[in-house]
């Protein structure tokens, strides 16, 4: 399917579809659509009976196995599924043997006597041996493939694999398409989960991890010592990764950031008093040395840190900043 969003998109698409490229960037703010998007295509690509739009038909033979996850000329390569109750906290990758157990696959006839089409998303998971593999096979490309990479962050992505794409930026829904398609999926405060998830409607819900970040803002509206260590051996009980925290208080620090420059909230509109508070009673120097603590930490949100520890302590310089220490 195509969301409402990004029907302009296809039909720019269309009018070009025999000047095709053999390998697609499809870019553009995470969990606004692109991966739908891009299964959108692979299916018209590997479509025996198109219209004359260059959408698939949805009754050929090939899109049957499309639909059923079975097409023996699609391929879809995204970071491997961890397991156990410390999922969350894992690295996700693409790995090299991932990418090259496709490309063997490539330089075999197609199937179905079409198309083949190698999906990949998101494309910047790859680690940089994966990336290489791929590259080779993006520079002398098997007839008759099509690579389809889907990225959220194209700066994350090997300048050689992007100079191999076409580069397709797909637009993200404006405010009131985000909040009308939010309210007729029925999804509740849509308004507010739509602000923290920066105006992108495709997020999963997830009303545990909402109920622990509303703990997290209301103590960080009344900072305590002792709330604070109770805070972070619960947020580790549950085993949340690091990221997820450095998230929720980045935005924080941003809305207390704009308050004290009189300015609505981002990100939390139903905290917008408490912010404001906060703002009154801290300085923007300290605010600015916190959020660079923040920053230096998040590219480690997802690796093998003592969370606990490490939540105590970022909430702990948090107290520090909120009484002006």
Known sequence: MIYPWHEQAWRQLAEHWHSRPNAWLIAGRENTGKTAFARHLAQALLCESPDSRHQACGHCPSCHLFAQGGHPDFYELAPEAA???TAARKLQQIKIDAV???????????????????LIHPAESMNTQAANALLKVLEEPPQDVVFLLVCHARDKLLPTVKSRCRQLLLPAPDYAQALAFLQAQGVDNAAAKLAFHSGAPLFETDEFSDGLRAGLLDLLAQPRLLAILDYAAEFDKHKQPLAAGIDWLQKWLLDVGLAQQNMPPLYYPDYADAGRQVAGRTRPDKLFRLMDTLNK???YGRHTLNVRMQMESLLIDYLAFWQNK
Do not use: F, N, T
């Open 83 to 85: 397991e156990g109750e």
């Open 100 to 118: 090259r157990d496709v490309v063997d696959k490539l330089y075999l006839s197609a199937v179905r006597g079409g198309l083949r089409v190698i």
């Open 297 to 299: 930490l998040a590219p």
